[in-house]
């Protein structure tokens, strides 16, 4: 019988508030110099008391919307004791029993379906410091002693746990996608695995032969999707491994290796008894009550899926250009305000998926910081309609636009493309660009030695080419041989 994997999974996202969750300490806290980003609250300093801060519950609660969960009309938090130098107050405020947001769902597209995997629920908690383990030779392991810098400690997660309905990691790739798009679309985090504002705890297990679920594993220190899906298919190897060998499995933590590909055992997992959880007596049970949901629910942009399927009907475009235009809200915008120019929305959908993405690759920047405005864009794309400019010579006006941040008007000047035609000082720089690399042919004509006039035509040949024939025959049969004499 095939076992089948199950996997559930705990994703943590920075909340994007300007202070920490119960202090006043800047939560931008990167780079900054060890230690320097604290105070006594987030030190623990016995006698001081946290207030929490509103911004985080309003943006938790939002995240919850997004998410389909019911806000919950009592919450509060509760401490979860474990002693480790990371957490100075040897417990993590956190919620327990009554969390922000229960009983919510996201729908992924994974295998070629969609399906829907439920969230079991969203809470608030405090975020710990940061261990650093340096050695002398600059080798990851093997350090002789470890140093502390409490500048993360007291930042603000909302922890979206998901009940395990994933039965492969692409399906978990899909549903960390899911989040990640929905929290950047809500502005509550920045949703960057490479910086830790998005971090993921994997479990995973198999199938019984009666069908129930499996002995658990929970995957820690996986830092980015590649090594996700790497983690998730060495361990349902490694589970049918061992049951295959009659073997069994332990329900613990494990550490993902990423330099070896490997998981390793680092402790068997606690049991909730174990962390001892108590009510957090210092801070008051919120009670968000429906009008402050509804004002928030008011405030949600455009969720991305129903932005997928609106682009689909509204403008008719296929679901892989939704897709692509609707992976980042900004792009979306941007799509948006050129097509109200009045530009077709399949050519402007089209001008984004090609020659838009090419720059933003080229020049390493994302759509917000495209130098072209979405209104000229839009412009171009009408003057091509309109075949007032060919599509190559309109690809060569937004790439002047770009780089010399340059209006439609100037570039299309610059690139004496006026009309259609290419003429003035782009044509001599055409015809001189031919001589240049035809000196022969240059010397040749100007010695008097081209009596048939073959290579004259031969340079008008080539300027033709050269304009991709969108300057005037005679024109430039008279400036080539202006040119030459
Ligand atoms: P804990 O509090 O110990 O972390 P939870 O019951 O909160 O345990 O579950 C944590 C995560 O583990 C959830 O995302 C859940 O979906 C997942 N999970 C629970 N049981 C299994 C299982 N048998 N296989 C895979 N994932 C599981
Ligand atoms: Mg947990
Ligand atoms: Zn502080």
């Known amino acids: 019988m095939k076992r089948e994997p199950v996997i559930g999974l705990e994703i943590h996202l920075q909340l994007k508030t300007k202070t920490k969750l ?38 938790a609660v939002k995240t919850g919307l997004g998410l389909h969960c019911s806000i919950c009309d009592n919450t509060r938090f509760h401490r979860k004791h474990y002693f480790y130098a ?22 992924i597209f994974a ?5 829907r995997v439920r969230v079991h629920h969203l809470h608030l908690e405090e975020d710990a410091g940061k261990l650093v383990h340096p050695t002398s030779d600059g080798r990851l392991t093997g350090a002789s002693y470890s140093l502390v810098d409490y500048n993360r400690g007291g930042m603000p997660l909302s922890e979206i746990v998901s009940e395990p309905d994933m039965n492969s990691a692409e ?22 695995m490479e910086s830790g504002s998005l971090r993921v705890d994997v479990n995973v297990s198999l199938t019984r032969p009666d069908g129930s679920l499996g002995t658990r594993v929970e995957i820690k220190n996986i830092n980015s999707l590649t090594s996700i899906e790497r983690a998730l298919e060495y361990e349902i190897a490694r589970q049918n491994k061992v049951l295959d060998e009659g073997g069994h499995l332990a329900q613990e933590t494990r550490l993902w290796d990423d330099v070896a590909g490997v998981t390793r055992s680092m402790r068997s997992k606690e049991g909730d008894r174990d962390y001892r959880y108590y009510v957090e007596m210092d801070l008051a049970p919120i009670s968000a009550g429906p009008e402050y949901v509804r004002k928030i629910r008011e405030s949600l942009p455009e969720m991305p899926w129903d932005k997928r399927e609106r682009f689909i009907s509204e403008y008719s475009l296929s679901p892989e250009e939704s897709l692509h235009l609707t992976e980042q809200r900004e792009t979306a915008d941007y799509f948006e305000a050129c097509v109200s120019e009045g530009a077709p929305p399949a050519k402007c959908a089209n001008w984004m998926r090609m020659e838009v993405q090419r720059m933003l690759h080229d020049y ?3 759509i917000n910081n495209f130098p072209v405005p979405s209104a000229e864009l839009g412009k171009l794309i009408i003057k091509v309609e309109k075949r007032e400019l060919s599509n190559t010579q309109a690809k060569d006006v937004l790439a002047v636009m770009a780089e010399k941040k340059t209006s439609l008007e100037d570039a299309v000047r610059i690139c004496g493309v006026s009309g259609g035609k290419i003429t003035g000082t782009a044509l001599e720089e055409a015809v001189m660009k031919i001589f240049d690399s035809e000196p022969e042919a240059v010397k040749t004509i100007r010695e008097g030695n081209d ?22 025959p005679a024109e430039v049969a008279s400036l080539v041989n202006s040119m030459l004499h």
Not at 86 to 107: M, N, R, S
Not at 111 to 115: C, I, L, Q, T, V
Request: proline fraction near 5%; include cysteine; glycine fraction near 10%.
């Open 451 to 472: 009596k048939k006039g073959a290579k004259v035509k031969f340079l008008q040949g080539l300027v033709m080419r050269e304009t991709r024939g969108s300057a005037d």
């Open 171 to 192: 399906e978990a790739i899909a549903y960390i996608t899911q989040i990640r798009q929905l929290a950047r679309y809500l502005d509550v985090s920045d949703g960057e």
């Open 364 to 366: 390493g920047i994302g």
């Open 86 to 107: 990371d957490l100075p107050k040897a417990y993590q405020i956190t919620q327990y029993e009554h969390p922000i947001a229960v009983k919510g769902y996201v729908d």
């Open 111 to 115: 295998g070629g379906k969609e399906k």
């Open 22 to 59: 119960f202090c006043g300490c800047s939560s931008d806290y990167i780079g900054a110099i060890p230690n320097t980003n604290v105070c006594p609250v987030c030190l623990a300093v016995p006698g001081t008391l946290p207030i929490l801060n509103d911004h985080a519950v309003e943006l």
